[in-house]
C-alpha cells in the first residue's frame, strides 16, 4: 500500500513559538491531502483539505490563520501552528488519496502516524 | 449526505472469544466503507474495505466484516480477540454526495481485550 510520512512524531513548545508538521506521501503523489486534529478518547475531526498548488480548504470553525497549511508540491504538505497555546496542545494527523483509478474511485486515505503537539 | 454511527464506544471481551464491532450508515450514494485501527498514540491503519465489489470483506488479522444494504450496516467481526487487537476501531463512509470523496468517520469504538 501507500506510504504516507509524518513527522515529527512528538513536539513540545513554548506558549507563543510556531511548529511546523510536514506530511509526506512517500512513493506517490497526492495532489489532495487531508488535516485532522483528535482529542484524547474521540474521533478524527477534518481540520482542512490541503491541494496541491491551491489555498487550502479549511473547517467551519477551523482558523486559517492559526493554522497555515501549504501544498507546495505533490509529495509534501505542511500545518503550522502559528502562536501555539497550551489549547493548541492536540494529536494531529494528515492523510492522502491516492490518485490512481484503483484507489482514486473509492475515497481510500493513507494515514501518517501522527503528531502529538503540546504546548507548555 | 452521509453519516457514520457506531453503536458502542466500548466494547470488552474476553481474550479468545468472539469480537463485534457494531456499524451504521446514511449515504444517498453507492457508498465505500472502511473499518480503521488506531493503536495509541499512531495513526490509522486501513483492516479492510468495501468498495462495491463482494459483501463479505476479509481484511487483516483475521478481521472481517459484511456489507449488509438493507440493514445500512457494516459490522466487524473476529472469530478469537487476541491481546493485541485491544486499540480503537474507526468506521468510515465515503461517497460522491460532496462531489468528490470525503470521508466522514464514526465516533471510534474502544476494543478492551481480557486476558
Known amino acids: 500500500g501507500a506510504v504516507v510520512s509524518q513527522h515529527p512524531s512528538r513536539v513540545i513548545c513554548k506558549s507563543g513559538t510556531s511548529v511546523k508538521i510536514e506530511c509526506r506521501s512517500l512513493?506517490?503523489?497526492?495532489?489532495?491531502m487531508f488535516w485532522y486534529r483528535q482529542f484524547p478518547k474521540q474521533s478524527l475531526m477534518l481540520m482542512a483539505t490541503?491541494?496541491?498548488?491551491?489555498?487550502?480548504?479549511?473547517e467551519q470553525g477551523v482558523e486559517k490563520d492559526k493554522f497555515l497549511i501549504n501544498h507546495a508540491s505533490l509529495t509534501l504538505s505542511t500545518l503550522t501552528v502559528t502562536s501555539a497555546h497550551p489549547e493548541d496542545s492536540s494529536f494531529y494527523i494528515c492523510?492522502?488519496?491516492?490518485?490512481?483509478?484503483?484507489?482514486?474511485?473509492?475515497?481510500?486515505?493513507?494515514f501518517g502516524e501522527g503528531s502529538r503537539l503540546t504546548v507548555l | 449526505a452521509q453519516s457514520v454511527t457506531q453503536l458502542d464506544s466500548h466494547v470488552s471481551v474476553s481474550e479468545g472469544t468472539p469480537v463485534l464491532l457494531r456499524c451504521n450508515y446514511s449515504?444517498?450514494?453507492?457508498?465505500?466503507l472502511f473499518w480503521y485501527v488506531q493503536h495509541p498514540n499512531k495513526g490509522l491503519q486501513l483492516l479492510l474495505k468495501?468498495?462495491?465489489?463482494?459483501?463479505l470483506v476479509k481484511g487483516i488479522n483475521g478481521f472481517e466484516a459484511e456489507f449488509k444494504k438493507s440493514e445500512t450496516s457494516f459490522h466487524l467481526t473476529k472469530p478469537s480477540a487476541h491481546m493485541s487487537d485491544a486499540a480503537e476501531y474507526f468506521c468510515?463512509?465515503?461517497?460522491?454526495?460532496?462531489?468528490?470523496?470525503?470521508?466522514?468517520f464514526g465516533r471510534g469504538t474502544s476494543l478492551i481485550v481480557h486476558p
Open positions: 492523510s492522502a488519496r491516492v490518485p490512481t483509478s484503483g484507489y482514486a474511485n473509492t475515497g481510500e486515505l493513507f
Open positions: 449515504s444517498s450514494y453507492s457508498p465505500s
Open positions: 512513493d506517490f503523489q497526492a495532489t489532495t
Open positions: 468495501y468498495t462495491s465489489a463482494a459483501t
Open positions: 490541503s491541494n496541491e498548488g491551491s489555498k487550502a480548504t479549511y
Open positions: 468510515v463512509v465515503s461517497d460522491l454526495s460532496g462531489g468528490s470523496y470525503i470521508p466522514t
